[in-house]
């Protein structure tokens, strides 16, 4: 079964961090890009990060740039989001969505999230 | 960063009827576009990409225009089970970023 299965979520104080990690299966993980897209209460969607394939290459939101870090794992089908220094305007459900082909398109699969609530 | 801007925010309409949502960027991205449906606890859902292009197993009364600046996703013969937001996608460059979505409401 083609899916992806997001996991890591939970209730976290600011300025602390966490790791999300997406499982995918049923499809060829090491020939997609992988992406995270968030949505914030009462917000619409916004993309995060990306790792290619491969990860040759990473590109992140300017809102995360530099506190988030995206890697992926293709030995174990897996994608990661390791968040730092975490604000309260970080919480929302993130999703990890799989690329059209290697990194550089749209989004043709989604997880069902995981909710990051930032609170003290 | 390029900014996508749906119009309008929120449509009311009743089953049977044709509704147009429009999704504009701040710079044109050719046909670099992409279009979601997302209902309340679920995955957002890929309906339209490269602008026109109906997904496999998307039903064909969904359908997308446009190119450059300016883009319309238009559903034909509104059903009950379109009520949802809905959100362009522009994979021009990076940051990707969305439009702010448009709610179809079914009167």
């Known amino acids: 079964q083609v899916q992806l299965v997001e996991s890591g979520g939970g209730v976290v104080q600011p300025g602390r961090s966490l790791r999300l990690s997406c499982a995918a299966s049923?499809?060829?993980?090491?020939?997609?890009?992988m992406h995270w897209v968030r949505q914030a209460p009462g917000k619409g969607l916004e993309w995060v990060a990306v790792?290619?394939?491969?990860?040759?290459?990473?590109y992140y939101a300017d809102s995360v740039k530099g506190r988030f870090t995206i890697f992926r794992d293709n030995s174990n089908n897996t994608v990661s989001l390791q968040m730092n220094s975490l604000r309260v305007e970080d919480t929302a459900v993130y999703y990890c969505?799989?690329?059209?082909?290697?990194?550089?398109?749209?989004?043709?699969?989604w997880g069902r999230g995981t909710l990051v609530t930032v609170s003290s | 960063d390029i900014q996508m801007t749906q119009s309008p925010s929120s449509v009311s309409a009743s089953v049977g009827d044709r509704v147009t949502l429009t999704c504009r960027a701040s710079?044109?991205?050719?046909?670099?576009l992409a279009w979601y449906q997302r209902k309340p606890g679920k995955a957002p859902n890929l309906l339209i990409y490269?602008?026109?292009n109906l997904q496999t197993g998307v039903p064909s009364r969904f359908s997308g225009s446009g190119s450059g600046t300016d883009f319309t996703l238009t559903i034909n013969s509104l059903q009950p089970e379109d009520s949802a937001t809905y959100y362009c996608?522009?994979?021009?460059?990076?940051?990707?970023?969305f439009g702010q979505g448009t709610n179809v409401e079914i009167k």
């Open positions: 969505a799989r690329d059209k082909i290697g990194g550089n398109w749209y989004f043709n699969l």
């Open positions: 049923g499809f060829p993980f090491s020939s997609y890009g």
């Open positions: 790792t290619w394939y491969d990860g040759s290459n990473k």
């Open positions: 710079q044109g991205i050719g046909t670099w």
């Open positions: 490269a602008a026109s």
């Open positions: 996608l522009q994979f021009n460059s990076f940051p990707r970023t």
